[in-house]
C-alpha cells in the first residue's frame, strides 16, 4: 500500500524559506514520477513541481527560480526547498505519485494527506 506522508510546513515570514520532505512508503520514488501540488481553499489544486524517475524536473511558472524539487532515494523521500516566500505561496502543499508524459502530469496515482504553508507579509 502506498503511503505519502508530508511534513515541513509552518508559518513563515515573506522572503523566507521552507522545506517541505514526502516521505514515501510502498513506492519507490526513483522508479517513479512525483509531484508537488497546493491549493488555496476555494480554488483549485496547482501544480508546483514534478520530477521523473529520470532526474528531469518541471514548475509551475508562479514557483520558477524559487523552488526547487528533489529525491533522495536512500531515504525514499522527495524534497520541495521553497525560497524567496511570498504570502501568495500561502497553501496546503500535497505531495502526489504522478503519471507523467511529455513534460505532462497526466493522472495522479496517489496523494499525501497535505501540509499547510502560511507566509506572513
Known amino acids: 500500500q502506498v503511503q505519502l506522508v508530508e511534513s515541513g510546513g509552518g508559518l513563515v515570514q515573506a522572503g523566507g524559506s521552507l522545506r517541505l520532505s514526502c516521505a514515501a512508503s510502498?513506492?519507490?520514488?526513483?522508479?517513479?514520477?512525483m509531484g508537488w501540488y497546493r491549493q488555496v481553499p476555494g480554488k483549485q489544486r496547482e501544480l508546483v513541481a514534478t520530477?521523473?524517475?529520470?532526474?528531469?524536473?518541471n514548475y509551475g511558472d508562479s514557483v520558477k527560480g524559487r523552488f526547487t524539487i528533489s529525491g533522495d532515494n536512500a531515504k525514499n523521500t522527495v524534497y520541495l526547498q521553497m525560497n524567496s516566500l511570498k504570502p501568495e505561496d500561502t497553501a496546503d502543499y500535497y505531495c502526489?505519485?504522478?503519471?507523467?508524459?511529455?513534460?505532462?502530469?497526466?493522472?495522479?496515482?496517489?496523494w499525501g494527506q497535505g501540509t499547510q504553508v502560511t507566509v506572513s507579509s
Open positions: 502526489a505519485e504522478v503519471l507523467v508524459c511529455d513534460l505532462k502530469v497526466r493522472t495522479v496515482i496517489k
Open positions: 510502498g513506492v519507490i520514488i526513483n522508479l517513479r514520477s
Open positions: 520530477i521523473t524517475s529520470a532526474g528531469s524536473t
